[in-house]
């Protein structure tokens, strides 16, 4: 069956710093994979989407970035946090019938 | 472009008893899906149930069925004998035949009360 991971679970970081998040899927080959953020009370927000290895869609521009390096490992970079990426990101991937099925998700705080 | 409008920012629900919440699309596609998502207090989306457009059968898994009116462009979710462990937050969803993205809506929050 598949799996999808994230981590770490929750990081607390200050403004300016780098941020580096993590996704994985295992049991599947060549899945879609995608990032998003939520904030709290809010809906889901789609930032970056992925067809393949090194295929990076961006929805929404901002000091965020992802890359594919593998086939099922998708990150989620920043070189300097903003207040703002503050949220909960959450990672899924695309499975039967166009369905996503999604990671446990980041808590992100910056401070 | 596609939207889905969910139009109840909460509902809440007698332990045991039947809720349905609401779900509105606008589509000019023949061939889509729609979701229903369950965030529990843990924020993991979790998948409830999915319908196919061209499917005129109500989705159903479990305690939990889909009154799909493709001709209203309306996707309900009836959850029957709710349960404390149904609280969550409720998003629907909808996307095309063949596209890789999702819209959802802005959701419900269901409170069980026992």
Redesign the interface.
Known sequence: SQTIHQWPATLVQPVGSPLSLECTVEGTSNP?LYWYR?AAG???Q?LF?S?GIGQI?SEVPQNLSASRPQDRQFILSSKKLLLSDSG?Y?C?W?GQ?????????T?LLVL | AQTVTQSQPEMSVQEAETVTLSCTYDTSESDY?L?W?KQPP??????VI?Q?AYKQQNATENRFSVNFQKAAKSFSLKISDSQLGDAAMY?CAY?N??????T????TRLTIIP
């Open positions: 879609n939520q809010r809906g889901l789609l989407y067809v869609s909960f959450l899924a695309t019938v166009e369905t996503q099925y999604f990671g446990p998700g808590r | 899906y979701f998502y843990s924020r993991q989306m979790i998948l999915r196919e998003f996307t035949f063949g596209n890789e993205k999702l959802f809506g802005t959701g």
